[in-house]
């Protein structure tokens, strides 16, 4: 599914503002999974909250991942190139992305389930309820390290061309067009 960028929002000439972007997607998105469960025990998903959940599963199955291999594919590499220093703040960063991806497919396969019978038994309910706190814990640092630390020296670091080829990377992926900023308005 193509991720709908929003005119307020930065676009790939812009791709450290892109990515915090994103990160804004991923906290909505799992706040919804973990209140759905919140409220799981006391009754049954309504309609409303079913395609809430489904909305939710789906970004981090179909367009997370972009997230991901823009962070692992492009921006870690050229970070790393200019300066060796972050060498272990991106390895860790890579192991985050290993685990949320771990806890994603236990969070998918009990979600989707939820989705098709409307309940779930009390031990599927704590599993996922597991699961989904602890991707919010796991992002909560995972941003904030790469928000305050990876980002700014990335955009210390790197000159406009490097830049523009993640971003044009970014553009690639999603699918849309690249705009060079210069053309932007
Ligand atoms: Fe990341
Ligand atoms: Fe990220």
């Known amino acids: 599914m193509a991720i709908q960028i929003g005119q307020s929002e930065p676009g790939c000439n812009d791709p450290m503002g892109l990515l915090a972007a994103c990160h804004r997607r991923v906290e909505r998105f799992l706040k919804t999974l973990c209140a759905a469960a919140a409220q799981a025990s006391v009754h049954d998903l309504t309609t409303e909250e079913r395609e809430a959940i489904g909305r939710s599963l789906r970004y981090f199955r179909e367009a997370a991942p972009n997230h991901t291999a823009d962070e692992e594919q492009d921006l870690f590499p050229a970070l790393v190139n200019r300066d060796p220093a972050a060498a ?43 699961a989904s706190t602890q991707l919010e ?17 990335a955009a210390q ?6 830049l523009e080829a993640i971003g044009r990377r970014m553009a690639e992926r999603r699918g849309v067009a690249f705009l060079p900023k210069s053309m932007a308005s």
């Open 88 to 130: 272990a703040a991106v390895e860790s960063l890579e192991s985050d992305h290993v685990r949320a991806g771990e806890l994603h497919r236990r969070v998918d396969a009990i979600g989707e389930e939820w989705i098709r019978s409307g309940r779930l038994s009390e031990s599927e309910l704590a599993k996922f309820r597991e």
């Open 137 to 153: 814990q796991l992002y909560a640092e995972h941003i904030r390290i790469e928000e305050t630390d990876v980002f700014p020296r």
């Open 157 to 162: 670091v790197l000159n406009e061309a490097e």
